[in-house]
């Protein structure tokens, strides 16, 4: 919700004041706090939602779990955000916007992406059937049990952390590490979390002809951030 409303905001503002090159840096760093944001707490975001209700464990516990992966992370940011070179922006007067109310509720229908909204359901739907089949269950635990925080990372990149969530949930007890794994997870890959591909889907619809720049510069960013976060999970 938060990148619903920061990323149109923030492209919009950007090109009144005809800093369009900023575009693509900020809707990453948006992205990339987003996620961070999520871990803090475990009403943050729909996967850590799913975690909270399934494991039982205590709100502050929950917030443990991750606080050392939220402080790097804001590490992080902070320091990218170093390297960006501080120029002075004109504030140019800004006239009278019109608001209308028809056309606004036209482009929110019509801007709700339907064919992702299916393919979760999907997913969804075919992790519950998976559960389900002996063969499938057998083969599962053998992979998943041990290895949650690794599984976690990995099956983020492929269907999203939110589906990971139930995937694994339902398959290993181990509800620490999976809770690691998926927050994890959702940096790396467009796919790997559902913030990644809002704002990926705003900015093409809103600034198309920088999308292959901002998934090289998005790409770049948030594989290091993983990097870094395994990293710590590999000393702690």
Known sequence: MSLIIFVPFSILSLKIVKRADLIVI?????????????????IGAPHNIVMYTTSNISFGSFFLILLPYVIVSLIFLIAVLLFIPK???????IGEI?????RFLKRVIKGVDYYLLLTFIALFVLIGNLENIAFFNTIFKNIIIGNEVVCGVIVSQIISNVPAAMLLS???????AIIVGINMGGFGTLIASM???????????????SK???LLIFSVLNILLLIILLGVYAIT
């Open 26 to 42: 900020t809707v990453c760093l948006q992205t990339i706090a987003a996620n961070v944001g999520c871990m803090v707490l475990p």
């Open 87 to 93: 120029e002075d922006i004109a504030i140019h007067n």
């Open 98 to 102: 019109q608001f209308k109310r028809n």
């Open 170 to 176: 339902g398959f290993s007890n181990n509800y620490e």
């Open 195 to 209: 913030a990644n591909l809002i704002s990926y889907n705003i900015l093409v619809r809103e600034y198309n002809e």
């Open 212 to 214: 292959l720049r901002y």
